[in-house]
Antibody, heavy 118, light 108 residues
Framework: EVQLVESGGGLVKPGGSLRLSCAAS????????MNWVRQAPGKGLEWVSS????????YYADSVKGRFTISRDNAKNSLYLQMNSLRAEDTAVYYC???????????WGQGTLVTVSS | DIQLTQSPSFLSASVGDRVTITCRAS??????LAWYQQKPGKAPKLLIY???TLQSGVPSRFSGSGSGTEFTLTISSLQPEDFATYYC??????????FGGGTKVEIK
């Protein structure tokens, strides 16, 4: 059974940093690209970042470019999102998701809430 | 950026109804469209990809159609477990995909 479990969310002050993790199991993690997608409270979905299976290709939404860094450790079956210079508008539930093909996400974690507030 | 407009944004329907949700793209996206279902407090669930391909395990009452700029998600006979919010996602500009604003389906 495919499982994705996010962790690392919490309350952080504006300008602060947070590192999200996503532990994957039930599939060959090293064979799949992975995505981070977020959802602000009461709002819709927003693609944040994607990383290819071997980390050769990395992409970011304009809203987070230069502040967030996606990475993965295939030996540990783990995906990460380092978030720096956090802003109030980054407040959201962050989901990690497996990429079925071309950005379509077929399995999602339960999400982890990031709240940026003073 | 490619914008997706879903209509309606809110829909009230009864069990057994046929429901159709539309997603319009601001420019042509071929068949690079996916549909997701999200229930409150839960992660989205993939229903349809490549505009019309049913994801494994998804009931056959769900179907998708369209290409270019206009797409539809149809639920042939609404079931109690189908009350949720539905999102479309365009992947033509991969990896910079965008989602529609969502359609909330509630019980009449």
């Amino acid at each position: 059974e495919v499982q994705l479990v996010e962790s690392g969310g919490g309350l952080v002050k504006p300008g602060g940093s947070l590192r999200l993790s996503c532990a994957a199991s039930g599939f060959t993690f090293s064979s799949y690209s992975m995505n981070w997608v977020r959802q602000a409270p009461g709002k819709g979905l927003e693609w944040v970042s994607s990383i290819s299976s071997s980390s050769s290709y990395i992409y970011y939404a304009d809203s987070v470019k230069g502040r967030f860094t996606i990475s993965r450790d295939n030996a540990k079956n783990s995906l990460y999102l380092q978030m720096n210079s956090l802003r109030a508008e980054d407040t959201a539930v962050y989901y990690c998701a497996r990429d079925l093909m071309g950005g379509t996400s077929d399995y999602w974690g339960q999400g982890t809430l990031v709240t940026v507030s003073s | 950026d490619i914008q997706l407009t879903q209509s309606p944004s809110f829909l009230s329907a009864s069990v057994g109804d046929r429901v159709t949700i539309t997603c319009r793209a601001s420019q042509g996206i071929s068949s690079y469209l996916a549909w997701y279902q999200q229930k409150p407090g839960k992660a989205p669930k993939l229903l349809i990809y490549a505009a019309s391909t049913l994801q494994s395990g998804v009931p056959s009452r769900f179907s998708g159609s369209g290409s270019g700029t206009e797409f539809t998600l149809t639920i042939s006979s609404l079931q109690p477990e189908d009350f949720a919010t539905y999102y479309c996602q365009q992947l033509n500009s991969y990896p910079r995909s965008t989602f529609g604003g969502g359609t909330k389906v509630e019980i009449k």
